[in-house]
C-alpha cells in the first residue's frame, strides 16, 4: 500500500496525473447601494454562465468570491482587490462598475500574478493602466461615435452635449463632438454634470435655451438615468421638437416599464439589447432571466460579465489552472467567437472587445417596450483607445 501511495505521488510530480484544484474568480461590484440593480446583473451574467456550462474547467473547480462596492470608491477598490488576492487568494478578479474603481485596481494586477476582465467600466484608458486587463464591455468612445454620423445623416445640423464629468462622460462628449464636427455640425454648448446630480431641470432649461435641434446625452445607468430621462419628457423637450441622442446607457431595459410611452422614438447606439434576436442571446436571456429572478430587471453588464466568464474561462484551459496572468492574458488576445450580442473579438492590440454597435429606437411590441435594433455598425473597434 505505501508502494502505491509513493508511486501514485511520483505520477503526481511527473504530470502523470492531473490535480483538481479550486480556482477562485474575485468579483468586485455594486452589489448594494443605488446601483446594486447593476450587480445584480453581474451576478446573474455569471450565474447564467455557469448554469449553462458548468463550474468545472478540466479538473478544476471555479469558485466566485463577490466583494461589494456600492458606488465609486477608488482607494475601497484597491483594498477589495488586494484584500482578494492576498486574503482570498483569487487568481484571476473581475467586474469593475465605475472606470475610478478599474483604474485604482489596475496596478496592483502585476505584483498580484493576477489579469482583470472588466464587466463594465468604459473609459478607453484603462486598458493602459496594467497589461493584465482584458475588457469584455464597451467603451463610450465606441457606442458614442455612431451616433454623431445619425444625427447628420438625419438633417440634425445644431447640438448640445450634456454628459457627467467623469472619464466615460468626457469619453463619450469626446467621441460625438468629433464625429458630429467632423460630418459638418455644430455643438453651440457643452455641460458637465457632477456624478451626483438628481435635479435635471436646471439643465433642461439650458438645452431649451441654447438653439440645439438635438441634445447627446451621457449619464451612468442607473437611478440617474431614469431621472435624467423623466425630466426629458416632463419638461417638454420632445414636444418641442428637440431630439434626444445617446448611448444605450439612457433607455436600459429596466428602466422602459417607468419611462412609458414618453420614451418612445427614443435613438441610442449602444452593443447590446435584451431583443437581439438570435439563438446564442434567446439561450442567455432564458438562463440569466431565471437567474436574476425578474426578467424585466435584465440588461447589459449581464452580457458583460456572462461573456467575461468565458474569456476567464479560456485563461484557464490555456493555463492549465496555473496562475500565470501574462500567460492567461497571451492567451485570448485575438479571441473570437458568437456572443449573446453578435460576432465578438479580443483585440490583440489593447485587449479591448471589438464588436457590432446598433442603432436602437425604443418601440412597443406586444404592449412591451423594447430597444429595437434597427441598423447595425459591423466590427466597430475603440476609436478612443491611444498606443501608451
Not at 25 to 45: E, H, K, L, M, W
Not at 87 to 112: F, K, Q, S, W
Not at 172 to 180: D, I, L, Q, R
Amino acid at each position: 500500500m505505501k508502494r502505491l501511495t509513493l508511486l501514485a505521488l511520483a505520477l503526481v510530480l511527473s504530470g502523470g496525473v492531473a490535480i483538481a484544484d479550486t480556482i477562485k474568480i474575485g468579483v468586485v461590484g455594486p452589489f448594494s447601494g443605488p446601483a446594486a440593480q447593476q450587480g445584480r446583473n453581474f451576478q446573474a451574467g455569471i450565474d447564467a454562465w455557469l448554469a449553462l456550462n458548468g463550474n468545472k474547467i478540466g479538473n478544476d473547480t471555479i469558485e466566485i468570491v463577490y466583494r461589494d462596492l456600492p458606488t465609486a470608491d477608488p482607494a475601497k477598490s484597491a483594498a477589495l482587490t488586494r484584500d482578494l488576492i492576498v486574503g482570498e487568494g483569487v487568481r484571476y478578479l473581475a467586474g469593475y462598475y465605475y472606470t475610478p474603481d478599474a483604474m485604482a485596481a489596475a496596478p496592483i494586477l502585476v505584483e498580484g500574478n493576477v489579469p482583470m476582465v472588466v464587466f463594465n467600466a468604459a473609459t478607453s484608458a484603462i486598458m493602459n493602466a496594467s497589461p493584465y486587463v482584458v475588457r469584455t464591455s464597451f467603451t463610450t468612445w465606441q457606442t458614442s461615435t455612431p451616433m454623431a454620423a445619425v444625427a447628420r445623416e438625419r438633417g440634425i445640423k445644431k447640438a448640445i452635449t450634456v454628459v457627467t464629468d467623469y472619464g466615460p462622460g468626457v469619453d463619450a462628449e469626446s467621441a460625438f463632438v468629433k464625429g458630429f464636427k467632423d460630418a459638418g455640425g455644430e455643438i453651440v454648448a457643452s455641460v458637465r454634470m457632477p456624478m451626483n446630480t438628481n435635479d435635471f431641470s436646471p439643465i433642461m432649461q439650458r438645452i431649451k435655451d441654447s438653439g440645439a435641434e438635438a441634445v447627446f446625452a451621457f449619464l451612468p445607468s442607473g437611478p440617474a438615468t431614469l431621472g435624467f430621462m423623466k425630466a426629458f419628457a416632463e419638461n417638454g423637450l420632445k414636444k418641442a421638437g428637440i431630439t434626444l441622442l445617446a448611448p444605450g446607457d439612457l433607455t436600459q431595459e429596466s428602466d422602459l416599464p417607468a419611462l412609458g410611452d414618453s420614451a418612445l422614438g427614443t435613438l441610442t447606439t449602444f452593443h447590446y439589447a435584451v431583443s437581439h434576436d438570435s439563438p446564442e442571446n434567446k439561450a442567455f436571456v432564458a438562463a440569466a432571466s431565471k437567474a436574476i429572478g425578474d426578467p424585466a430587471s435584465l440588461t447589459f453588464p449581464a452580457v458583460g460579465a456572462y461573456d467575461g466568464m468565458y474569456v476567464i474561462s479560456k485563461m484557464i484551459e490555456a493555463t492549465k489552472g496555473k496562475q500565470d496572468a501574462k500567460a492567461a492574458v497571451e492567451a485570448v488576445k485575438g479571441l473570437s467567437w458568437i456572443s449573446p450580442r453578435g460576432p465578438v473579438t479580443i483585440d490583440p492590440q489593447n485587449r479591448h472587445i471589438t464588436q457590432n454597435i446598433y442603432l436602437r429606437e425604443v418601440a412597443s411590441e406586444n404592449g412591451k417596450s423594447i430597444n429595437k435594433e434597427i441598423r447595425t455598425f459591423e466590427k466597430q473597434g475603440d476609436p478612443g483607445w491611444k498606443a501608451p
